[in-house]
T-cell receptor, first 109, second 117 residues
């Protein structure tokens, strides 16, 4: 089993809709969780971090964490064409950061 | 504040050649990492370092070597380049994932695009 798994995508949503990205992880001891956005040909950039169960909102982004279910998600509200990118879930486990394979999101104008 | 700086940005190598990818950070981070990313794929950890003089293998270390003589620099060496090493290489740094820094994310460089022909 991979340490971090993401819904494979690609995900296509119309402009203004909600994009929902999912991630599960295998290490129950994981404490810190991150979402990175990566535009084509660019390096990953951090957009959200979450450490406690529940929701965390930052602008149009909401991260949700459920440690009991070993599940973390990212919602993008009012999706814009500029949100078209690959989103990487990352989890700190055993003092290392493990990445999922990423989900590619395309926002249709 | 430069952050994480990688050089070169692009390089084409012939099979069997060697080269060093440079990475430097100015944030006084003790952890540094090298990843490779193949087209349409996620990041795979090659090597990482938890401090000067200390390095360890990641998921895909074969064909690569690293050294960490200073806190700032973490070069990646390719010996006998092979076509399978064609990829984008990212260097990243962070504070330790222990204790008070356990929630600190990684900072990435802009990447080195390497083609081996």
């Amino acid at each position: 089993q991979k340490e971090v798994e993401q819904n494979s995508g690609p995900l296509s949503v119309p402009e203004g809709a909600i994009a929902s990205l999912n991630c599960t992880y295998s290490d129950r001891g994981s404490q810190s969780f991150f979402w990175y956005r990566q535009y084509s040909g660019k390096s990953p950039e951090l957009i959200m971090s979450i450490y406690s169960n529940g929701d965390k909102e930052d602008g149009r982004f909401t991260a949700q964490l459920n440690k009991a279910s070993q599940y973390v998600s990212l919602l993008i509200r009012d999706s814009q064409p500029s949100d078209s990118a690959t989103y990487l879930c990352a989890v700190i486990a055993d003092y290392k950061l493990s990445f999922g394979a990423g989900t590619t999101v395309t926002v249709r104008a | 504040n430069a952050g994480v700086t990688q050089t070169p940005k692009f390089r084409i190598l012939k099979i069997g050649q060697s080269m060093t990818l440079q990475c430097a950070q100015d944030m006084n981070h003790n952890y540094m990492y090298w990843y490779r990313q193949d087209p349409g794929m996620g990041l795979k950890l090659i090597y990482y370092s938890v401090g000067a003089g200390i390095t360890d293998k990641g998921e895909v270390p074969n064909g690569y070597n690293v050294s960490r003589s200073t806190t700032e620099d973490f070069p990646l060496r390719l010996e006998l380049a092979a076509p399978s090493q064609t990829s984008v290489y990212f260097c990243a740094s962070s504070y330790s994932f222990r204790g008070e820094y356990s929630n600190q994310p990684q900072h990435f460089g802009d990447g080195t695009r390497l083609s081996i022909l």
